[in-house]
């Protein structure tokens, strides 16, 4: 009512727990935001009935010691970083591209927006991550940018770079804020 706000070109986008909130912004308020895009932290919360198929971008590093890309949650790195030490890898099994925890809830949200889930298309955008698209309805698509040897972190972020011993690697390859944006703009 006191500003001008284009109410068709409203998103979500967060970090983490934000990502989290995204996510649950998508299942819970899909008839009042266009696209989301959750960094580090997809979650697909159950029960999840969005009014609407939403456009989805996410992003997940593979080396991520907090969220751990196939399933978990990873204490170690903040019982280190809070001991004053140098985080540790959370393990030395590499990670399974296709596998349970990001993967699997990327293909759910895939499945729950209308595309074939089986669709899963790979597209190299540098040394260090892949674009993962599906066959989907085109106001729906679902975009995972997967970062090989990435941490829990928002890929070209400065600050995300200064706390590296905590979150692990941050990428420089994409900009999660211009992907994001560019995802964005389609919606």
Same mark, same amino acid.
């Given at each position: 009512?006191?500003?001008?706000?284009?109410?068709?070109?409203?998103? %979500?986008?967060?970090?983490?727990?934000?990502?989290?909130?995204?996510?649950?912004?998508?299942?819970?308020? %899909?008839?009042?935001?266009?696209?989301?895009?959750?960094?580090?932290?997809?979650?697909?919360?159950?029960?999840?009935?969005?009014?609407?198929?939403?456009? /989805?971008?996410?992003?997940?590093?593979?080396?991520?010691? !907090?969220?751990?890309?196939?399933?978990?949650?990873?204490? =170690?790195?903040?019982?280190?970083?809070?001991?004053?030490?140098? %985080?540790?890898?959370?393990?030395?099994?590499?990670?399974?591209?296709?596998?349970?925890?990001?993967?699997?809830?990327?293909?759910?949200?895939?499945?729950?927006?209308?595309?074939?889930?089986?669709?899963?298309?790979?597209?190299?955008?540098?040394?260090?991550? /892949?674009?993962?698209?599906?066959?989907?309805?085109?106001? %729906?698509?679902?975009?995972?940018? /997967?970062?090989?040897?990435? =941490?829990?972190?928002?890929?070209?972020?400065?600050?995300?770079?200064? !706390?590296?011993?905590?979150?692990?690697?941050?990428?420089?390859? /994409?900009?999660?804020?211009?992907?994001?944006?560019?995802?964005?703009?389609?919606?």
């Amino acid at each position: 009512a006191e500003r001008c706000v284009d109410t068709a070109r409203v998103y %979500a986008t967060g970090l983490s727990n934000g990502a989290m909130m995204a996510s649950a912004v998508a299942c819970t308020m %899909a008839d009042r935001v266009a696209a989301v895009a959750p960094v580090a932290g997809l979650a697909l919360p159950e029960p999840c009935e969005p009014a609407r198929p939403v456009p /989805i971008l996410t992003v997940h590093g593979t080396a991520d010691p !907090i969220l751990l890309f196939n399933g978990g949650v990873g204490t =170690g790195a903040l019982t280190a970083a809070l001991a004053g030490q140098e %985080a540790s890898p959370t393990t030395t099994v590499p990670p399974d591209l296709d596998g349970a925890g990001y993967p699997d809830t990327v293909r759910r949200w895939a499945d729950l927006d209308g595309c074939d889930a089986g669709s899963a298309s790979d597209e190299r955008v540098s040394d260090e991550v /892949i674009r993962r698209t599906f066959d989907c309805p085109e106001d %729906a698509p679902v975009e995972f940018l /997967i970062v090989e040897g990435g =941490g829990h972190s928002w890929p070209s972020s400065e600050f995300s770079r200064s !706390i590296e011993r905590v979150v692990g690697p941050t990428t420089g390859d /994409i900009d999660a804020s211009a992907e994001a944006w560019r995802f964005f703009q389609r919606f």
